[in-house]
């Protein structure tokens, strides 16, 4: 059951964008820990990407608001914290592609100008 309800978080994360970044931040690598209770209380820490983004104030919220309004979670408790603090390395190889860095594959860094995204 917590794994589903967890799924259902995460899920629930990726329909959050950062409004100046066009990727969601479960992608962009802003959550930090999500913790289930037996009860369905829901604890999610998360960063920014900066302390002086200028939605620290409503992103905290919604991630809360979209959270407690799912199935079967009684309670969501959201935590900003800033340690470690973000860099791009926290992003998933899908969040950096959307935004046009280099892939990190392993040892080997691909530069996006050699990977062939047509068929």
Same mark, same amino acid.
């Given at each position: 059951?917590?794994?589903?309800?967890?799924?259902?978080?995460?899920?629930?994360?990726?329909?959050?964008?950062?409004?100046?970044?066009? $990727?969601?931040? #479960?992608?962009?690598?802003?959550?930090?820990?999500?913790?289930?209770?037996?009860?369905?209380?829901? %604890?999610?820490?998360?960063?920014?990407?900066?302390?002086?983004?200028?939605?620290? *104030?409503?992103?905290?919220?919604? $991630?809360?608001?979209?959270? *407690?309004?799912?199935?079967?979670?009684?309670? %969501?408790?959201?935590?900003?914290?800033?340690?470690?603090? #973000?860099?791009?390395?926290?992003?998933?190889?899908?969040?950096?592609?959307?935004?046009?860095?280099?892939?990190?594959?392993?040892?080997?860094?691909?530069?996006?100008?050699?990977?062939?995204?047509?068929?």
């Amino acid at each position: 059951m917590a794994d589903e309800l967890r799924n259902r978080v995460v899920d629930a994360l990726k329909t959050i964008y950062d409004p100046e970044i066009p $990727v969601n931040i #479960w992608e962009l690598g802003l959550i930090y820990g999500i913790d289930i209770s037996p009860e369905n209380d829901v %604890a999610v820490r998360m960063t920014l990407t900066a302390p002086n983004c200028p939605v620290a *104030e409503s992103m905290p919220a919604q $991630v809360k608001y979209k959270i *407690e309004n799912l199935p079967g979670v009684r309670s %969501a408790k959201v935590d900003i914290v800033f340690d470690p603090p #973000w860099d791009r390395s926290k992003m998933s190889d899908a969040a950096k592609f959307a935004l046009g860095f280099d892939l990190d594959l392993g040892r080997d860094v691909v530069p996006l100008s050699r990977i062939n995204t047509r068929r």
